[in-house]
């Protein structure tokens, strides 16, 4: 068996058989799995980590290089390797799904991984200096970009991208869409999740790991401890708290005592919380019943924060509710609409005389 990443509860390493030479720098990358943990990283921010680092070891298993022989050269040869298709071994065809490799996103999420691996090893002494190049900085007499760049940051994201990524615009779903999905979720539960997302903007992971506590009814407003670990408090419309009333009263196991508020209806795992794979499996379901096959956890929520921009509230209310540490990320919700840039265009023309 070869190299994986195990996960057992709350802990992350990499197992299974490695080649000669390579028991060092597992070790060394299960320690650093190990120092994130003690560093009170998300579960889901170490797992990322342990698969990025599987990855960047594989890459080095095929050059036939240790970490403590990496050279900033070898990281700009990883940047190339993940962009080559992938084929299995004898095959001269490339599925389409695997034509273009990783996204330039993916490339610099895994590059930010080797460089904090790398930042360890230098702190715990296995190499000198960090080999991860360092991508190319201004002199700092730049102003901060977007419409909040006036406001800082409740973090600096350290080291920067290798890889020039597109600024997208946040795709947010037409209604249609929407009520089409909602109208196919044959549960009270499923139907709040998906609320929950769509009127509080509440992250897939938020929404799973919400606690029946952190709902007050009264106030019409729920508490969420967001991916970095900070509390906010969001305020969502009744239709969300009527679905969450039903399932609450006619779904949820009359002796479930999981603190978390979205649990398992029916099967062997009934009464404990709702999994990632549980959530995907629902969405992934409906998705193909209903037709709406646009529809997924986080574009709900690019759909709540557009709205809202849209209606015109204040930017840093927008940044709070839905928990960014960048304005800039906020600053992506303003943008006008294909209707309004349309129209404007058409009544400038009539006023234009050529």
Known sequence: MGLRVAGDGDVFLLAGDVAAGQHDDIAMVNRFLA?????????ATRRAYAYDALNFLRFLAGQGVGLAEVRPTD?????????????????????????????PATQNRRIAAVRGLFEFAVI?????????????????????????????????????????????????????????????????????????????????AEVRGLLLAEVDVGRRQVRVVDKGGRERVVPVDRPFFAELAAYL????????????????????????PLTEAGMRRIFRTHRARSGAARVRPHRLRHTYG???????????????????????????????????????????RKESPW
């Open 249 to 272: 009263r006619l779904e949820r196991p009359a002796d479930c005592e999981t603190e978390q508020c979205f649990v398992v209806l029916r099967g062997p795992t009934a009464g404990q």
């Open 124 to 204: 715990t002494g296995m190499v000198m200096t960090s080999p991860v190049p360092a991508p190319r900085r201004t002199s700092g007499l730049r102003a901060l970009r977007g419409l909040l760049g006036h406001i800082p940051a409740r973090h600096r994201r350290p080291g920067g991208r290798l890889v020039r990524e597109q600024r997208l615009l946040p795709e947010s779903l037409e209604l249609a869409e929407v009520e089409a999905f909602l109208t196919d979720l044959g549960t009270h539960r499923d139907r709040a999740v998906v609320l929950l997302m769509l009127l509080g903007g509440l992250r897939a």
């Open 306 to 348: 557009t709205q809202l921009a849209a209606a015109g509230i204040d930017l840093l209310v927008l940044r709070d509710l839905m928990g960014h540490a960048s304005p800039e990320t906020t600053g992506k919700y303003v943008h006008l609409s294909a209707e309004v840039l349309a129209a404007e265009y058409i009544a400038a």
């Open 35 to 43: 120092h994130l943990k003690g560093r009170n990283f998300a579960r």
């Open 75 to 103: 990281l700009f040869d990883y940047l190339d390797w993940q962009t080559q298709p992938k084929r299995t071994a004898g095959s001269t065809v490339v599925r389409l799904s695997e034509r273009r490799g990783a996204a």
